[in-house]
């Protein structure tokens, strides 16, 4: 842009034009794309952390019923017919993974019984591994905007100042009201950033640890599970 253009756009803003759409309207095309960039990120950023606290709510609730199921007695055989079609949680899918490879085993004449206790633990490991990969899905992005958009929004900034400077200098007034307009601007797309930016950090923080409590629960599951399983092994051998 001119540096002409630029004190053009500038001058016939007052204090009172200084509102938000205002502001972005009179940006600079490199501060717009910023600030339509950051929020871009922001909205994102809320739908992820809105689906990710319903998914985690449903999946904690699920594993509260499925262990109540489990531990309340009632045959692993009728749990496993009753869940193996479709696993709906992750301690459902780790019951099943670890029940098919079982009767996998006892198929038939076939007593595949040495080593069916590895191979049990190995099929839980992997059943966990995919269930936490599903459960970080989309973490990345909040990550990513938490550590990039404040200096996304500086970039933006940077850049405001820069196109102020030009139009203080082709318009030869160093006056408020030729300044305030770009300075607000600019810090306008680093305020962007840091609404981008502050949501996602604290999101990542505490879904990271929700996701790390879930499978910390998995693993925990899994050890009770596989001893079951490893008394009935030593009783059929």
Known sequence: MNPADVAQSVLPLTSSDLSLFTLFWNAHWV??????????????????????????????????????????????????????????HSMAALFVAAMREWKRSFEGNARTIGGLQMRIEKVMEVTIAREVERLERR??????????????????????????????????????????????EALFATALGLVAAIPA???????????????????????????????QIDERG
């Open 31 to 88: 501060v717009k794309t910023v600030m339509v960039g950051l929020l871009i990120c922001s909205v994102w950023v809320w739908a992820i952390a809105i689906d990710k606290t319903v998914l985690y709510t449903r999946s904690r609730r699920a594993m509260d019923r499925f262990e109540q199921a489990f531990w309340s007695g009632q045959s692993l055989d009728e749990l496993y017919r009753a869940l193996s079609s479709r696993p709906a």
């Open 139 to 184: 973490l990345l992005v909040l990550a990513t905007v938490g550590s990039a958009g404040p200096f996304v929004g500086l970039f933006g900034t940077v850049w405001g100042i820069m196109t102020s400077f030009q139009s203080i200098a082709a318009s030869k007034n160093t006056s408020l009201a030729v300044v305030a307009p770009g300075i607000a």
């Open 201 to 231: 950090t604290i999101f990542y923080n505490k879904f990271a640890s929700e996701v790390n409590k879930q499978a910390q629960r998995l693993e925990g599951f899994a050890d009770e599970f596989s001893a079951i399983l490893s008394r």
